[in-house]
């Protein structure tokens, strides 16, 4: 079946401008994550969503970044004002069951954002 | 909270010989969940292993093998001789019972397998 798929794979944008990733999961999968990964901070844990409810959204950066996520499937993610600093790859991920469970996270192939 | 170290930050081997790679956790919860991902160049991260805190047995999938010592908190894994595709960067994670941080990765080890 699908993994998990992610758009747009490459994403350049201008300091300032607002940018959205969009992530599809493994279909029945409940469970999604958003992750980030730079070469200075490593994989980062952003906002985990069962469902369409996110518990706790203190993993992300500052208020610039929002995420939501519809019907129980797809997810964006936003960054608005973009900064230089928000240069990373965004991977997203899905699991059946959610945090804390036994069951393993299936990975996009992410978003590598650039920004100018 | 949570903590993952991977002492690691590179390790270059010749093909055909043998690896491990460690892992080094710290948490206060006593239910908990350890796992492997690989991520070859080409990006996207690959599930290895999962193990949970109340199983400390060993595992042994082909030429890898985990290694859960509670006494120690580590999970190191070894690849036996080793192949060229085994060259990848390797992550260590873990996820907390009802934590609300997803997984928290370690820094990861790039493995590098010499021909």
């Known amino acids: 079946g699908a993994g998990v798929s992610q758009s747009p794979s490459n994403k350049v944008t201008e300091k300032g401008k607002d940018v959205e990733l969009r992530c599809d999961p493994i279909s029945g999968h409940t469970a999604l994550y958003w992750y980030r990964q730079s070469l200075g901070q490593g994989l980062e844990f952003l906002i985990y969503f069962q469902g369409n409810s996110a518990p706790d959204k203190s993993g992300l950066p500052s208020d610039r970044f929002s995420a939501e996520r519809t019907g129980g499937s797809v997810s964006t993610l936003t960054i608005q004002r973009t900064q230089q600093e928000d240069s990373a790859v965004y991977l997203c991920?899905?699991?059946?069951?959610?945090?804390?469970?036994?069951?393993?996270?299936?990975f996009g192939p992410g978003t590598r954002l650039t920004v100018l | 909270a949570q903590k993952v170290t991977q002492a690691q930050t590179e390790i270059s081997v010749v093909e055909k010989e043998d690896v491990t790679l460690d892992c080094v956790y710290e948490?206060?919860?006593?239910?908990?969940?350890l796992f492997w991902y690989k991520q070859p160049p080409s990006g996207e991260l690959v599930f290895l292993i999962r193990?949970?805190?109340?199983?400390?047995q060993n595992e042994i999938s082909g030429r890898y093998s985990w290694n859960f010592q509670k006494s120690t908190s580590s999970f190191n894994f070894t690849i036996t001789a080793s192949q060229v595709v085994d060259s990848a960067v390797y992550f260590c994670?873990?996820?907390?019972?009802?934590?609300?941080?997803?997984?928290?990765f370690g820094k990861g080890t790039h493995l590098i397998i010499q021909p």
């Open positions: 948490t206060r919860d006593t239910t908990y969940y």
């Open positions: 994670a873990l996820s907390e019972e009802g934590g609300a941080d997803g997984l928290t």
């Open positions: 193990r949970n805190s109340f199983d400390e």
């Open positions: 991920a899905s699991s059946l069951e959610g945090l804390g469970s036994y069951n393993e996270q299936f």
